[in-house]
């Protein structure tokens, strides 16, 4: 099963580059974020014929979430977090009891100080919760994954300097222990990084601001999949594709590929 996750920063304006991401990788399930649009004007249409199967969740013009699929679901949910329904993720659950869970963690604005930033002191509220939720969950024999766009760069060289970012959102002391604790509730693997060495530079966001975004690289890993220790042996590959960078019109955001058997 190939899962692809991807914030596609607006799935209306986007909805021909997920034809041209499906024909160039050929996902079998498709987890979008940032789709911003309420559930009854996603472009179900649009996509119905490339994924038969679909479970979304959104609301206008900011956050939502979505899985595509051309394999059925068994069952759909998805929750609210921090008392908001802001649609930052939902889940689904395939025959023989594998979970999928699509998340998209608050972006925690520009202040990375919770008493004076109300954004940042959200992102880790919401950190905390999937913590707890994942610990609550724990089994050493669950196969679940989660992707999606958590927005933090954890390690030294998901970054472009680590150095320099040490006090930018995305990359502070605080939100990378935050993700580490989440990683650790539940013994998730890192599925891209069990691939790619630590010691390898790589990004799966790039700003706008960039005249040539490759030319200056100044990327960020925002993008992730993670499985349970069960399914670590099913793991087949991982990428990021960046040629989806370089279309037109493209979201700031990057494909990250996994293939997994389960």
């Given amino acids: 099963m190939r899962v692809v996750t991807w914030n596609i920063n607006s799935v209306r304006l986007r909805a021909p580059l997920v034809r041209r991401l499906t024909a160039e990788i050929a996902p079998d399930v498709l987890c979008l974020q940032e789709t911003k649009v309420v ?5 179900h249409d649009d996509l119905a014929d490339l994924y038969p ?9 900011y956050n939502g979430v979505a899985i595509l699929s051309r394999i059925p679901f068994a069952e759909t949910g998805g929750r609210d977090w921090c008392g908001r329904p802001d ?23 520009d202040e990375p100080d919770p008493e004076a930033n109300d954004k940042f002191a959200h992102k880790l509220q919401f950190l905390d919760e999937m913590t707890a939720w994942s610990h609550a969950q724990a089994n050493p ?22 150095k320099q970012l040490l006090k ?18 539940h013994g998730w693997v890192d ?4 691939f790619i060495p630590d010691s390898e ?10 005249r040539d975004w490759r030319d200056s690289n100044r990327g ?26 370089d279309w037109i019109k493209p979201s700031d955001h990057a494909p990250v590929i996994v293939d997994i058997d389960i």
Avoid: C
Wanted: charged fraction near 20%; aromatic fraction near 10%; hydrophobic fraction near 40%.
């Fill in 220 to 245: 960020r890993r925002l993008d992730h999949v993670w499985v349970t220790p069960a399914l670590t042996k099913s793991l087949r590959a991982a990428s990021v594709f960046t040629e989806a960078r």
């Fill in 191 to 194: 599925a891209v990084r069990h």
């Fill in 53 to 61: 199967h679909r479970h979304v969740r959104g609301m206008k013009a």
């Fill in 201 to 210: 530079k790589l990004f799966s966001w790039w700003s706008y601001r960039s």
């Fill in 141 to 162: 024999g669950a196969k679940r994954i989660l992707v999606g766009d958590l927005n933090i760069a954890p390690l030294e060289h998901d970054v472009w300097s680590h």
């Fill in 168 to 185: 930018v959102v995305s990359h502070t002391p605080v939100e990378v222990e935050s993700l580490g604790q989440l990683q650790a509730s």
């Fill in 39 to 43: 559930d009854e004007l996603f472009p």
């Fill in 87 to 109: 649609a930052r993720h939902v889940s689904v659950t395939f025959d023989g009891g594998a979970e999928l869970h699509n998340f998209y963690v608050p972006a925690g604005g």
